[in-house]
């Protein structure tokens, strides 16, 4: 039983990764109505940009603060090099790491329709990779590890 209610979970997590990932195309369309034409390819770009500078980002240091064990008192996680999902394939949780790999990348898309027809692309590249590395993977382990304090107190 404990078998296939991990499966159903996992497949769950991945129609909830989808539904986000739906999220950042629909960002993008918002986001090209509101600005001028001649601009529209450029938030398309950023859009992008968004979600493969996020992947490299989450898949850096985002995985280890999120679901790696406590590090200074609990401020962050760590998982480590040798344990991250670039070299222990077998013990990640890949539903989960899809699940908050989308959300991490679609957050820093928010801010992008703010941003959109003020900033360079480079700038920008620069300022949404710094962004999935650092706040939002940060805001997400202190949520989630106080969340489960809570619960389990």
Known sequence: MAKVLTEVFG?????????????QAG??????????????GNIIMKNLMDF????VAFLIVG?????????ANGFIGWVGFENG???NFASTDWSSFVFNLV???????????????????LSYCIYSFVVNLWRKNHTLACGMKATFYLINT
Do not use: H, Q
């Open 63 to 71: 995985y280890s603060f999120l679901c790696g064990s406590d590090v």
């Open 27 to 40: 960002f993008a369309m918002v986001e090209a109505g509101f600005t001028r034409a001649k601009n529209a």
């Open 52 to 55: 493969c500078l996020g992947t």
């Open 85 to 87: 999902p670039l070299t």
């Open 103 to 121: 959300f991490c990348a679609t957050a820093a898309t928010i801010v992008s329709g703010a941003m959109a027809e003020r900033t360079k692309f």
């Open 11 to 23: 497949i769950w997590y991945l129609i909830g990764a989808a539904f986000v990932f739906f999220m």
